[in-house]
């Protein structure tokens, strides 16, 4: 599905869609245990849903109504899966879900589609065999590979270039049958370590830990059911403080909560330093970018090139650390490239790692619209040029790599066209709606001279 973003006025709220970690992690601990948990608003997306199967295949009942899903866990009990589990494109579902699988005692196996099957998961892989657990694996730990329980604990050491291995030793060793102790010498993205400890701590789980290099977790625990709402989701958020920061608008963020655990409310401070404004509102954030001259979002220009020239003379650079928001990288980007100044985005050698290579990718595709940018071994300096050119861009099947994208088609010269919009609803299914909400003119499958 191809889609063509014009320059538009933008301006208005968004309802800001459920936290994907946050629903990911909420899924899998309530169906280990025992009783009915609520989850409230939480993400239905092509991601969570991954997770909802792979539970349901392990024996979870979940009943899914409204803005609200019942869960019944198997109080640590497990069922085997008919079939391999397919997680088709969720590396979280996958990560999580494989410290899950590794409690019981029969094997199970794990697929996932052509990007998954390329994210090695081989460090987790190998921890969880000295942690007792048996592996098969035809291709240096990427999927498709076969565990077998029960984790016993004992004693791993595991570097972490993604949280997720971490994460997912985290919430299964507290249900394994003895002490399991964990050394980490590399951990990137530490907030969503933060997150995977909240999780525990709202459990009552008793752990230990040295900083971030080394955890204690006993043995013989239990999950309890819960009632909790999940909160925004601050990397979805991300792109339309990007939008409200290229176009000079102002835009409401509804959904947002400023003291949860998401690493990736990070954008907020580095776009605060590139010049934007933000203000809490009832029940979330106001976000006006530097070329904005009015506090409720009034357009000062009739035009919406002319309203991104101002905003982008005004947006600053700077150099940025992303180790802790790597999913943050191909929005900053895009901002970056409306900046009048060189902006660094560093420390993120990770973002290598994910759906695709985003810190080529972006290169590559915001390089065709007129970006002058340098690739670095773990980022990207760009050399703000104050606009972008209109163009036809790949999406690369990755979805934070089109929503980016489609976000720099707001305030560039001409329209981008975008192949693969379609993979926006891994984690936003109504991405697309929701910038048209805003004034965005989105085309699909548009027969303009452009195409």
């Not at 009943?63 to 085997?80: K, R």
């Not at 391999?84 to 029969?106: E, K």
């Not at 900046?339 to 560093?346: D, H, I, P, T």
């Not at 759906?355 to 760009?382: C, F, H, P, W, Y």
Request: glycine share 10%.
């Amino acid at each position: 599905m191809k889609k063509t973003i014009y320059p538009s006025a933008v301006g208005g709220s968004v309802s800001i869609p459920a936290s994907k970690s946050h629903t990911i992690r909420a899924v899998l601990i309530a169906g280990m245990a025992e009783g009915t948990s609520t989850l409230r608003f939480p993400l239905e997306s092509n991601d969570t849903l991954a997770a909802v199967r792979a539970c349901g295949a392990l024996g979870v009942d979940i009943d899914m109504h409204n803005d609200s899903w019942s869960i019944t866990g198997t109080a640590g009990q497990l069922s085997p899966p008919a079939t391999p589990i397919d997680v088709g494109n969720s590396g979280t579902s996958l990560y999580l879900l494989a410290g899950m699988a590794a409690l019981a005692d029969f094997p199970v196996s794990f697929t996932g589609d052509e990007q998954i099957c390329r994210r090695s998961a081989a460090p987790l892989l190998d921890a969880l065999q000295e942690l007792g657990v048996e592996v098969e694996s035809a291709s240096e730990g990427c999927a498709p590979f076969t565990i077998r329980g029960p984790l016993q604990g004992g004693a791993t050491s595991i570097e972490c270039p993604t949280s997720q291995y971490l994460s997912s030793l985290l919430l299964a060793a507290p249900l394994s049958s003895g002490h399991t102790d964990i050394e980490v010498p590399l951990l990137y993205e530490r907030p969503y370590i933060d997150m995977t400890l909240d999780w525990l701590d709202a459990q009552s789980i008793s752990y230990s830990r040295t900083d971030y290099r080394k955890f204690s977790i006993p043995g013989g625990q239990h999950y309890r059911t819960f009632d909790r709402r999940i909160p925004g989701d601050f990397s979805s958020a991300s792109f339309f403080m990007v939008a409200a920061a290229i176009t000079g608008s102002r835009i409401e963020l509804h959904g947002l909560d400023m003291t949860d655990t998401q690493g990736d409310k990070e954008v907020v401070s580095v776009l605060e330093k590139m010049g934007c404004k933000m203000e809490q509102v009832d029940s979330g954030l106001a976000i006006e970018g530097a070329g904005s001259t009015n506090d409720r979002g009034t357009r000062k220009t009739s035009t919406a090139g002319a309203k991104s020239s101002a905003a982008a003379r005004d947006l600053q650079g700077g150099s940025f650390d992303l180790n802790n928001i790597p999913d943050a990288l191909p929005a900053l980007a895009v901002a970056a490239c409306f900046s009048n100044a060189v902006v660094e985005l560093r420390n993120v050698p990770q973002a290598r790692q994910k759906e695709t290579d985003r810190i080529a990718v972006m290169k590559q595709e915001l390089s065709k619209l007129g970006a002058n940018i340098e690739e670095l071994e773990d980022g990207l300096i760009i050399h703000g040029t104050g606009t972008l050119q209109g163009g036809k861009v790949a999406g690369h099947g990755d979805h934070r790599v089109i929503m980016a994208l489609a976000v720099a088609g707001l305030a560039a010269e001409g329209p981008i066209s975008i192949d693969d919009a379609a993979a926006a609803a891994v984690t936003f299914p109504d991405f697309f709606k929701n910038l048209e909400e805003i004034g965005a003119k989105v085309l699909l499958n548009s027969n303009s001279n452009f195409e």
